[in-house]
DNA sequence: GACATTCTGTCAACCGGTTGCCAAAGTGCA
DNA sequence: TGCACTTTGGCAACCGGTTGACAGAATGTC
């Protein structure tokens, strides 16, 4: 008789299985009444056989588990005839690879977090469209978190995802630069509209956008200019500023910081009546919200947009179109953003890798000006 | 000399490391004229020191790692004293448990899936916003997918994510009630917004709006009324057709459905020729999206709403007040909803795990009419 | 002081994959 | 037929946790 000493023998008894088929139908009929939450039908315990794992696999094929390993992830190191065969038994046992149990060994979870600040602002819809294409078009998939315009949420949120994500996007974020530097060094990470030094991220070039914006209103005879200022704490906020801080004074325009507000409705609101009192004919906004929420303020109280007041807004977000006047808005290409920050995090994710760096530099992401009805001549 | 059989030894020599500190900060001032994909610093390879392990605490305490395990998370089972002496550890080296290696074991792994048909519907903002708050309450993440309206897509990212959640919610499922039963045999799920033989669910009561919408319709003189349908594979559509269909003749009215049509601004818009064929002085539709999207198309075709046509939504959506008029709809609790949907798969998972099986009934999820200026009285 | 009971920490198996190393089998070429 | 080289598949360690079983120490009881 052969050693008998097996050292990590796998003992599953799983082969047979209940299938007690108890399944309570309950009526539910009457589509329209529906109740609230409807009552969970007794369900003795969750029915099915466990997920069929490469060991059963290699049980049915008679091979090892590596080969299964092999066969199912390393095309062509096996032998194609072996292989069809697990294919095959992985095709009848209805396989479905585990991601965790794999990511152990790799340290690869093929997963990557996204932080946005706030998911109820439309602005992030387009950049998670395009995110998510290019993620799934390379395999990943997309962990969305909110930090809800917090740093230190954001912060908690950014530790909590580090484990389990393979890099990080962080879409506008609140963290100071020593954060980002920071959660830089431990795991591959991007950032959005915003600049740190040393920490890859994609940025739109707001000139353009600005630039025709301040032309659009200096041909409709304004002259003085607010600007509707968002968190102190974004770099995208400091940016705008700074750019209008730069441009307006080259086209012979005064202009005025308002704020700093939150980026909200309510936050574009609240700077009505400095708004008001500031003298001004023609405010930007930090983003759409707050534009139309100082529109529809501003309307409240009598005021007519644009025969009072101009408001140009930021971003062409979901929405803008709907108001009356629609939103005049320096539209920022999101859906490309999302998708280029995800196609640079996986590039950086397989350099780290050792594979090949190729980085494509696509064509600029620029910022336009839609005209719409928020626009009109100065009063005199 | 005892036995000198190690089997599983962990031999790690990650304990000295280099931190070769080469960071090549970049000049990248000028914030106005940011360009657009900023070129990675060469980061040579990531630095700092892999994630702390139990192994890496345990060495430190001085105890072997399930000691380690216990004091983290069975608290009470290990002496106090030497539970603090591993929180120190624990502390020292910036510990954070790894949650894929967690749920390996334990097949737990604090996750939800909650599967949208389209994200650009901002009816999902409240739902995911209450999701969200009931999962972190309760130490889960939520992972979204989304479907794109697409049945087969919907059940691919249901069977993708399947392996590494612990449930699945869905949103507005555009799955047949077999493929749901299936799934729900399979793993705790719940589905929102429908039901199905069978498998827990969270429905809002839809009478009590659509109620207050007839009355209101009705007060105002219309008596000829159209429903514009949404996705034929839409539960929720269904029901509220049925609905309408029974309680508009009850109050003396006629209606007909027009569609189906896709749920969106466009989908609105297209069935802007039917309504006005079929003579109807009123319409409810599907949701707010393709209210407002043949309120824009009318409008653009020189009607005026209300006065030649009164139209409610579904849902008050983000927005719905942008427009002018307001759009009137039937709001509903999706907030609530979200957070019940998770509560309730929580407690589903609770129970498969063999724990209290406590439901909270809490109050009814019930729609209200939100009358704003979309409607008004019936042309004579 | 003897014995039963409770506390506390260790051992080793296990979750489901991946992978370096190696030997057996197959192939090519002289 | 002999030998070098390539293919192919198995073995066992490993990723980072969890947990049942168990033994030694501490405590309680009479």
Redesign the pocket.
């Known amino acids: 008789m052969k050693g008998a000493v097996?050292?990590?023998?796998?003992?599953?008894s799983r082969d047979e299985l209940n299938v007690t088929d108890d399944l309570n139908v309950t009526d539910a009929s009457n589509l329209a009444t529906a109740g609230s939450a409807q009552p969970v039908t007794p369900r003795a315990s969750r029915r099915g056989r466990?997920?069929?794992?490469?060991?059963?696999?290699?049980k049915l094929a008679?091979?090892?588990?590596?080969?299964?390993?092999?066969?199912?992830?390393?095309p062509?190191?096996?032998?194609?005839?072996?292989?069809e065969r697990i294919q095959a038994a992985a095709k009848e046992l209805n396989?479905?690879?585990?991601p965790?149990?794999?990511?152990?060994?790799?340290?690869r979870s093929s997963t990557l977090g996204l932080l946005l600040a706030d998911i109820t602002n439309p602005m992030f819809f387009d950049v998670v469209r395009g995110a998510e294409r290019a993620a799934s078009l390379r395999g990943y998939t997309l962990i969305l978190a909110e930090s809800q315009e917090s740093a230190d949420r954001e912060s908690a949120a950014a530790e909590r995802l580090s484990?389990s994500v393979d890099g990080l996007v962080l879409v506008t974020s609140r963290m100071s630069d020593a954060k980002i530097v920071e959660l830089t060094d431990r795991q591959p990470l991007v950032v959005i509209n915003r600049e740190v030094d040393g920490v890859p991220g994609i940025v739109p070039d707001i000139a353009p956008g600005i630039d025709e914006a301040l032309a659009h209103l200096g041909g409709l005879g304004h002259t003085a200019i607010g600007f509707v200022s968002g968190p102190e704490n974004s770099w995208m906020n400091r940016a705008r500023w700074a750019a209008l801080l730069v441009r307006a004074p080259q086209r012979g325009m005064t202009i005025v910081e308002i704020g700093p507000g939150v980026p909200t409705l309510d936050g574009g609101a609240a700077a009505l009546d400095r708004v008001s009192a500031s003298g001004v004919s023609a405010v930007l906004a930090y983003n759409d919200l707050m534009a139309i929420g100082l529109m529809r303020a501003a309307q409240a109280r009598g005021l007519t947009v644009p025969g009072d007041l101009s408001i140009i807004g930021f971003d062409d977000i979901f929405g803008s179109d709907f108001t009356s006047p629609q939103l005049s808005t320096v539209r920022t290409p999101l859906g490309s953003i999302g998708e280029r920050a995800v196609r640079l995090i996986l590039d950086v994710i397989d350099e780290d890798a050792g594979e090949s760096p190729h980085r494509e530099i696509g064509p600029q992401l620029i910022t336009e000006l839609v005209v719409r009805g928020s626009t009109g001549p100065a009063a005199r």
């Open positions: 097996v050292p990590h023998t796998r003992n599953r466990p997920a069929a794992t490469i060991y059963d696999i290699a008679g091979v090892n588990p590596s080969t299964v390993s092999r066969a199912l992830s390393k062509g190191r096996i032998n194609v005839k072996t292989e396989y479905r690879l585990n965790m149990a794999r990511a152990l060994p790799t340290g484990p």
